[in-house]
C-alpha cells in the first residue's frame, strides 16, 4: 500500500492551503489516517488524526485553524489549513493504517512528504 501527498507550497501567513493524501494499492480497510509534520531541528508530530469511526485528534497549536476530513470512497484524506503561521512551516507527512488484502495483511505506509512554507 502506498500514499501521495499533494497541494504543498508557498503562501503568507494569514493565507489558507489543503492538503490531500490518497492511499492506494492492495487495501481491504482503512483504520486510521494522519498527518504530521516535521519542521527543521524538531521531532515529527502529529498534527491531525482521523479513525475510521470519524474521530479526528488536533495538536492544541493548530486546533481551531485546521480540519481533517476524509473521503471514504477514496481512500483519500485531506487537510484544511486556515489561518496559516510560519511556525507551521515543516514538511507534512500522510500516514495510513489498515489491511490488505494480500499478506502481510497489516499495512503502516508512509508518504514521500511535501512541502509546507509559510512566510512573515
Known amino acids: 500500500v502506498q500514499v501521495a501527498e499533494s497541494g504543498g507550497g508557498l503562501v503568507q501567513a494569514g493565507g489558507s492551503l489543503r492538503l490531500s493524501c490518497e492511499a492506494f494499492?492492495?487495501?481491504?480497510?482503512?483504520?486510521?489516517m494522519g498527518w504530521y509534520r516535521q519542521a527543521p531541528g524538531k521531532q515529527r508530530e502529529l498534527v491531525a488524526s482521523?479513525?475510521?469511526?470519524?474521530?479526528?485528534n488536533y495538536v492544541d497549536s493548530v486546533k481551531g485553524r485546521f480540519t481533517i476530513s476524509r473521503d471514504y470512497d477514496k481512500n483519500t484524506v485531506h487537510l484544511q489549513m486556515n489561518s496559516l503561521k510560519p511556525e507551521d512551516t515543516a514538511v507534512y507527512y500522510c500516514?495510513?493504517?489498515?489491511?490488505?488484502?494480500?499478506?502481510?495483511?497489516?499495512?503502516?505506509?508512509w508518504g514521500q512528504g511535501i512541502q509546507v512554507t509559510v512566510s512573515s
Open positions: 494499492g492492495t487495501i481491504f480497510s482503512i483504520s486510521y
Open positions: 482521523i479513525a475510521s469511526n470519524g474521530y479526528t
Open positions: 500516514n495510513a493504517q489498515g489491511t490488505a488484502t494480500v499478506i502481510p495483511r497489516d499495512f503502516d505506509s
